[in-house]
Nanobody, 122 residues
Framework: EAQLVESGGGLVQAGGSLRLSCAAS????????IGWFRQPPGKEREKISC????????RYAGSVSGRFTISRDNAKKTVWLQMNSLKPEDTAVYYC???????????????WGQGTQVTVSS
């Protein structure tokens, strides 16, 4: 069974950092781009970053560019999201999901995890 499991969320003060992990199993990890998404309370889920399967090309939403860094290790079947200079507006449940093409729409991604809560206090 294909599965992604997020971890690393928590409570942090504004300006702090967190590192999220997304561990994969049950599918050919190297064939998939992995995206990070977040869903603030009462809002829609948005794609904030993605890393391509082959060349490791990265994409970021404008709201996180310059603060967040995505990386992957295909041997460990893991993707990380390093989040620095966190702001209260970064508070959300963070998810990872997979698709062969990072440009796909949110609803086209597969293998969604349960999410990890990130709360940034002011």
């Amino acid at each position: 069974e294909a599965q992604l499991v997020e971890s690393g969320g928590g409570l942090v003060q504004a300006g702090g950092s967190l590192r999220l992990s997304c561990a994969a199993s049950g599918f050919t990890f190297g064939d998939y781009g992995i995206g990070w998404f977040r869903q603030p309370p009462g809002k829609e889920r948005e794609k904030i970053s993605c890393i391509s399967p082959n060349d490791g090309a990265t994409r970021y939403a404008g709201s996180v560019s310059g603060r967040f860094t995505i990386s992957r290790d295909n041997a460990k079947k893991t993707v990380w999201l390093q989040m620095n200079s966190l702001k209260p507006e970064d508070t959300a449940v963070y998810y990872c999901a997979a698709h062969s093409f990072c440009g796909a729409y949110v609803q086209e991604f597969d293998f969604w995890g349960q999410g990890t809560q990130v709360t940034v206090s002011s």
